[in-house]
């Protein structure tokens, strides 16, 4: 029950983030589900080419993880590419330790120029030790995806994730999800 409260409360909270990102702009809604995870994000552009969103990963790969992001990037997007870069907020919420930082990364996606339905590409976010609290000392997600439009609003696809933190205590260093994930994308 906790973790289906939290995932709640998190997931409200990135509806209140995207409202107040304007849902007038061109945005998007994404959910996906892995063996252990499931993760929701929402995002929308706050002005030409400036994208504010925020999400959360509620995962259970080996203890109970939840990780809460709010980002901040600079993206573009035509029929060749989509890409994105910026800086996110990170807040780990796990039973490893607890804490947040400030971390740097970005997507990048190519479509591919003979299949135009089909995006290959991946994420990376880092959040260094000088920019952290609590006892979180540094961490990371990653992932890839191959993405196939059913739709032009309409993303589906499959991916890889991991996703750890290093902790200032006796727990130091845990992954705290990682698998394959099968998702979809709606964009407006």
Not at 55 to 63: H, K
Not at 133 to 144: H, I, N
Not at 153 to 173: C, E, I, K, M, W
Request: glycine residues 18%.
């Amino acid at each position: 029950m906790k973790t289906c409260e939290r995932f709640a409360r998190a997931t409200l909270a990135v509806g209140v983030l995207f409202t107040a990102a304007g849902a007038h702009a061109a945005g998007s809604l994404d959910l996906n589900l892995g063996a252990d995870a499931v993760q929701f994000e929402a995002a929308g552009e706050i002005t030409q080419g400036v994208a504010l969103g925020g999400g959360v990963i509620n995962s259970e790969y080996r203890e109970d993880a939840t990780l809460y992001h709010a980002q901040l990037l600079g993206v573009q997007r035509n029929r060749e590419r989509d890409v994105g870069i910026g800086a996110r907020w990170t807040q780990f919420d796990t039973d490893y330790g607890d804490g947040g930082g400030v971390g740097l990364g970005g997507y990048g996606y190519v479509y591919l120029p003979q299949a135009p339905d089909v995006s290959l590409g991946g994420y990376g976010f880092y959040t260094p030790g000088a920019v952290t609290s609590g006892d979180l000392d540094d961490g990371y997600e990653v992932g890839v995806r191959a993405r196939y439009a059913f739709t032009p609003n309409v993303d589906g696809y499959v991916g890889l994730r991991q996703t750890a933190a290093d902790f200032d205590n006796r727990h130091g260093s845990r992954t705290l999800d990682r698998g394959a994930q099968v998702g979809v994308r709606l964009s407006f």
